[in-house]
């Protein structure tokens, strides 16, 4: 073969291969940056639920609009929320033989949430690979489940597509995976949800947050409790045996809206329902989360309370929180921990976008 002949081969080849990788490199970015469907809303849901919600975050929602208003602040660039939302957070509490309920939270991405996945799997992967004592994995049904025991991070997480998930013990993790795996096969329209726990639930697609959970076993006192603060750390058996369901609407940047419902069984006396629902909205209304202001008037019906709530102060959370990343943002690029760069950071003012 000639030189000639064997150069224009090699030319050949190469350009092929060249050719070849840049094709699969499109068709792999389209696919990880595609926006993927999220999941059915009764994800993680199954006959031991006792406790279910759903809040769905869409581009135009007045939360999102407001942050990212607090964030053209810090940043002349203008964020393009159609590449980050629509973003959904299920939330799953299940009976377990303790006393304890096993905690499960799905936050899914739909715009490049497969590519979101595949990194954070990626570093989870990587942690776990590390052979640290504060970093353990399990495999269980595919998935790498990964903890960190040691440290302030409780809980178990695994990554599936566009989902990131978290659940509150290993066994819970695990079981997790299974209801995952379980939803992609049969499709979400024939998940295996208890009727009478969903069926109480508010519209997902009417409200950005609703939820419902049962009555049965302090279910109710549990989950409250596991909410910020010591307001809503109320004795097992104060509200019942009522079913807790809510609805939460944005009314505005820096305000939320809703309703609050207890349902009790037939039988309890008016007086009860009168009693256990004014003491839930005294102590809604004496919640002190930083500068959110909650305020909270019931009303009873036969065999049921009504909690009309409202907070407001919601723009000040959302302008510390980016505050907050700012922070460590800033920290990082300087090389300085966040509490060396924090006393210069405090003194920074937001960029002037105009």
């Given at each position: ?52 919600a759903v809040l769905r975050l869409e581009p135009d929602n007045p939360w ?291």
């Amino acid at each position: 073969m000639s030189a000639r002949k064997w150069v224009m081969g090699c030319t050949v080849t190469a350009v092929t291969v060249v050719a070849i990788v840049i094709i699969c490199g499109v068709v792999a970015y389209k696919r990880l940056t595609a926006v993927m469907p999220l999941p059915g809303t009764s994800l993680l849901a199954d006959a031991d639920s006792v406790g279910h919600a759903v809040l769905r975050l869409e581009p135009d929602n007045p939360w999102i609009r407001q942050m990212f208003t607090e964030l053209s602040k810090y940043s002349a660039r203008e964020p393009k929320t159609a590449e980050l939302f629509p973003i959904e957070v299920i939330w799953s509490a299940h009976r377990t033989s303790s006393s304890a309920d096993a905690q499960m939270l799905d936050i899914s991405f739909g715009p490049r949430g497969r590519f979101f996945g595949m990194m954070t799997d990626l570093a989870l992967w990587k942690a776990g690979r590390s052979r640290q004592e504060k970093v353990s994995r399990v495999e269980y049904g595919g998935e790498g489940i990964t903890s960190f025991p040691g440290t302030p991070l409780p809980g178990h997480v695994f990554v599936r597509d566009n989902q990131i998930l978290w659940a509150s013990d290993l066994d819970a993790a695990r079981k997790a995976v299974d209801l995952v795996v379980a939803s992609e096969k049969q499709g979400p329209a024939a998940a295996t949800t208890p009727a009478t726990m969903i069926s109480q639930m508010p519209d997902p697609a009417a409200h950005p947050l609703v939820g419902v959970i049962l009555g049965e076993g302090g279910a109710v006192t549990r989950s409250l409790a596991l909410l910020p603060g010591t307001e809503l750390d109320m004795p097992e058996g104060s509200l019942g045996l009522a079913d807790l369901t809510f609805q939460i609407d944005a009314a505005s940047g820096d305000t939320a809206t809703g309703e609050i419902t207890l349902r009790f069984p037939g039988e309890t006396p008016a007086a009860d329902i009168d009693a256990a629902a004014r003491e839930l909205a005294r102590r809604l209304g004496s919640l002190t989360w930083g500068d959110v202001v909650v305020s909270a008037s019931p009303r009873t019906e036969p065999s049921r309370a009504i909690i009309a709530v409202e907070a407001s102060g919601l723009a000040k959370v959302h302008a510390r929180l980016l505050q907050e990343v700012v922070k460590v943002q800033r920290s990082i690029e300087s090389g300085q921990s966040p509490a060396q760069d924090g006393a210069s950071t405090d003194r920074e003012t937001p960029k002037d976008p105009n």
